[in-house]
């Protein structure tokens, strides 16, 4: 079997490695030896550490070593949309077994990636673009196709989860965790798709579409990032027995879907509230399986190589024995429901006058707007007066609806937070 790589950074070089160290177990598994034929970079005189491959199969014309008529398998680990795409859609187009861990390419454009699989009868493998290591695709993709997917709540990015942990832990704010996070080597130089949620929404795009049976974007999903969250939040969920992850929820009824990333208040109890540092793990909730839990490394050269590993052999296997990977399943085209049709609950802060009558103020406005109240709190007195209300569940629409009215209010000197809760608070 011989195999195309494409990237040789973070990811590619574990490839390597792994391929070379594991050589004679991996023949013995596919039933053939992989060779790697062409390594395809964007400079050539890198210093790549003691990589155990000859310097000769380097090169920078990714397109020319996907058109060889020698190969059979394309890893694509480089990422963004193009020229990935291009080289891809030309691997597939030409019948070759593609494995890509590009999460941002298959959430914005998977439909054309699947469309050259299927022209070319090809196998497209993705299982690293979600939670790294965590075997959770080929669950979604195989395993539980002979039941309905209700729910998919998932922890699936590790640098903001590794933040959320460690000011739960200290007490940290935002900006101390995330130079924590960077000094550690967990968060890039530039952290903006992590913290604003963008990593996450590519994967929860992948997520819904294979566990609905939909093709979900990336532009379908709705997102707000982490940054917001404080210090004093933190205290807050801490005291109502909860914490605060940055969560990936999709979610089917009878006839639509809904996909969000979003910090959220999660009881301590809930499975999801103790996966800590880096880690990532997906909730799974089916009508027949009942509750299903993935953890695991979501991230880092090694676990993800292990995933895309995985892929080549199953490919490889295909190959040799003439079968094919399941092709995508998009049959139920579920229309996907906007952010204010969700059903949530909030958790809201506010500053406010401590005088007769303000309770009332407060909670006729969200009677005005149909959101029924679970929980009042108020603490302090006179000047540092403040209301911390928990909601039942309404549409998000309702719930934003309401802190709207609310931040108008005369009495309300400001709304110190706003957050969403999950599970059973
Ligand atoms: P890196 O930035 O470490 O590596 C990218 C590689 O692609 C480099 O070898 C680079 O070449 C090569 N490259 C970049 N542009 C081109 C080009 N135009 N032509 C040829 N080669 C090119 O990325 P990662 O290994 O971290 O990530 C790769 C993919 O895996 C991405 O899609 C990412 O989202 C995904 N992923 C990464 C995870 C991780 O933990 N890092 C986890 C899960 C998924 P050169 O070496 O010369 O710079
Ligand atoms: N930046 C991502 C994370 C890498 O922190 O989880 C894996 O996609």
Redesign the pocket.
């Known amino acids: 079997m011989r195999l195309a790589l494409l990237g040789c950074g973070t990811v590619g070089s574990e490839v390597v490695r792994l391929l070379h160290h594991q050589a004679d177990d991996l023949t013995a598994r596919i039933g053939a030896p992989l060779e790697i034929v062409g390594i395809a970079v964007r400079r050539i005189g890198r210093e790549r550490g003691d990589l155990p491959v000859d310097d000769g199969l380097f090169t920078t014309d990714a397109l020319g070593l996907v058109k060889r008529d020698d190969v059979d398998v394309v890893v694509e680990v480089v990422g963004g949309i193009e020229p990935a795409r291009t080289w891809l859609v030309e691997a597939l187009r030409g019948g070759k077994s593609v494995i890509t861990a590009n ?1 941002a390419l298959l959430a914005e454009d998977g439909a054309t990636l699947h469309d050259a699989a299927a022209e070319g009868g090809a196998d497209l493998y993705y299982e690293a ?4 290591a965590i075997p959770l695709l080929r669950p979604l993709r195989e395993s539980l196709h002979g039941d309905n997917v209700t729910r998919v709540t998932g922890i ?7 933040i959320l942990s460690s000011m739960d832990a200290t007490g940290a704010g935002f900006s101390e965790a995330l130079e924590e996070a960077t000094e550690l080597g ?3 130089a530039d952290p903006t ?2 913290v604003e949620g963008f ?2 929404a590519a ?1 929860a795009a992948i997520l819904a579409s294979l566990a609905f049976h939909t093709r979900v974007t990336a532009a379908d999903v709705f997102r707000e990032g982490m940054t917001g969250v404080t210090a004093g939040d933190m205290a807050s969920a801490r005291e109502m027995g909860c914490t605060i992850k940055l969560l990936c929820i999709a979610e089917r009824n009878e006839d639509s879907v809904s996909v969000r990333v979003h910090p959220a208040m999660i009881p301590r109890t809930h499975p999801l509230a103790s996966v800590g540092d ?1 880690f ?1 793990a997906v909730f799974v909730e089916a009508e027949a399986a009942g509750q299903l839990m993935f953890y695991g490394r ?2 880092g050269g090694t676990p ?1 190589a292990s995933a895309v590993l995985g892929d080549v052999v199953a490919a490889a296997r295909n190959r040799l024995s003439g079968t094919r990977a399941p092709s995508e399943s998009n049959y139920a085209h579920l229309p996907v429901r906007p952010i204010g049709a969700a059903v949530t609950r909030y958790h809201i802060n506010l500053d406010v006058d401590d005088k007769p009558g303000v309770l009332a103020a407060v909670a006729g406005v969200f009677a005005k707007h149909e959101v029924s109240i679970a929980t009042v709190r108020q603490s302090g007195r006179e000047e540092d007066a403040k209301l911390v209300i928990v909601t039942h569940v309404a549409p998000d629409a309702n719930l934003a609806a309401t802190v709207d009215a609310l931040s108008q209010l005369e009495i309300v000197r400001s709304i110190a937070s706003v957050l969403r809760v999950e599970g059973g608070v």
Not at 129 to 132: D, P
Not at 156 to 162: A, C, D, I, K, R
């Open positions: 999460k673009s979600v939670a790294g699936v990015n590790g640098t903001t989860n590794f967990y968060a890039e798709a992590d990593d996450a994967k880096a990532n979501g991230a993800t």
